[in-house]
């Protein structure tokens, strides 16, 4: 029976919402923090950690996404090592220390998943993503004096790390780069489904990893084309954003929460966010229109972000995912745009028309916090590692 569990803090930032919930829920949990230079090789880290697992007496280690020094450590204790993956775009679900026996793999993604599987992971789950609406009040009730300065028509945040490594055409032929163009231009039209992986010539993609750096080791799996369709979904998701904020500010003021460039037109306000936990719920109630552009390495998942903005009430205007369309009613919980036109007229209909707008936050605040409920879904985590472990 586990009790006392190591929940890893990473850059997350969520974490804290996994140790409150867990703690509920009955279990003891013990925090470790520390950075690694190299995710497959720190003997300091190791060390740490391993002296944590015993003066702790550790029986299971969680972490939002996966890192491989943790699996090592837990296979070498011979506990469980349960990952909730919520982000696809790092490198760490190629290294092959994913087919560790006692790891718990809890993907949201559902293409995603299978593709672990594929790999051959003892235990991979496709398991969406969970939200704690507590948190959420805490934080409106605790700062709507505040409110003032977030209200806005139409607002979209992103926090996509720009310190990845970028796709670097440059020493590409000029048909590779003209390929990988076409390849962008066509994926940008497209929801729903990801074609970058299928279509990237393997000769391309390993001259794309090699220009850009991406020579990993032998501790990863040989993917070329997964990790070339990584860069490639990073430019497409960059070049949807900027269309839709040049296509959105032709007509409304568009309030951007973002580390990102974009061309600041008449019509656009960039802010940056001091405290992302602290402000956005803010940000997502006080707004009229919340903007989802799913990150394009996201194929069939529920972003976070789509569950954070509905547990807040406000009101979601997102690109068509196949996942939110089986979990949420279009036009009823949020609303779905299939091209920047469709997205456009929807932003410009339910602007003017404010019962509608509200009626549809309404349900989707109760929908999502009736079935996307953080600590069930955790229940439904650790039951599922217990029941193995019987």
Not at 2 to 14: A, E, T
Not at 17 to 22: E, G, R, T
Not at 164 to 178: I, V
Not at 337 to 344: G, L
Request: hydrophobic share 35%; charged share 25%; with cysteine.
């Amino acid at each position: 029976m586990i009790q006392n569990i190591l929940v890893y803090r990473s850059n997350n930032g969520c974490e804290s919402d996994l140790v409150s919930n867990l703690t509920a829920m009955g279990y003891h949990c013990a925090t470790f923090q520390e950075r690694f230079a190299d995710c497959h090789m720190d003997a300091a880290f190791m060390m740490h950690i391993m002296n944590c697992i015993r003066e702790e007496d550790i029986q299971m280690v969680f972490s939002w996404n996966y890192v491989p020094l943790l699996a090592t450590a837990c296979e070498m204790q011979k506990i469980p090592y349960v990952s909730w993956i919520c982000d696809l775009t790092g490198l760490t679900l190629l290294s092959k220390t994913i087919l560790y026996p006692h790891n718990y793999l809890f993907c949201f993604d559902g293409i995603y998943s299978e593709r672990l599987a594929d790999l051959g992971c003892c235990h991979v789950y496709h398991y969406p993503l969970g939200v704690d609406a507590d948190f959420f009040d805490d934080v409106i009730r605790r700062e709507n004096q505040n409110r003032d300065r977030y209200i806005a028509d139409i607002s979209m945040t992103d926090f996509e790390d720009i310190k990845e490594k970028r796709l670097d055409t440059e020493g590409l032929s000029q048909y590779a780069r003209g390929y990988i163009a076409g390849i962008q231009e066509a994926q940008i039209r497209v929801y729903g489904y990801n074609f970058v992986e299928k279509m990237l010539d393997e000769e391309i993609a390993r001259d794309i990893q090699s220009k850009t750096g991406l020579e990993l080791g032998d501790m990863f799996f040989d993917n070329p084309s997964r990790l070339a369709a990584q860069l490639v979904n990073r430019e497409i998701t960059e070049t949807e954003r900027a269309r839709v904020v040049r296509r959105l500010s032709r007509q409304h003021r568009l309030d951007l929460y973002t580390h990102m460039r974009y061309d600041e037109g008449g019509h656009v306000a960039v802010h940056e966010l001091s405290d992302p936990r602290g402000e956005t719920p803010l940000i997502f109630c006080n707004s009229r229109i919340n903007l989802n552009i799913t990150p394009r390495s996201i194929e069939s998942g529920i972003p976070q972000k789509v569950l954070n903005i509905l547990a807040c009430g406000g009101f979601c205007l997102t690109n068509y995912q196949p996942e939110i369309a089986e979990s949420f009613e279009d036009g009823v919980d949020l609303v779905m745009y299939t091209d920047m036109e469709d997205m456009a007229q929807k932003a410009e209909w339910y602007l003017q028309n404010e019962e509608q707008r509200a009626a549809v936050a309404r349900a989707g605040c109760e929908k999502v916090r009736e079935r996307f409920s953080l600590r069930e879904r955790l229940s439904g985590i650790m039951a599922t590692v217990e029941d193995d472990m019987a």
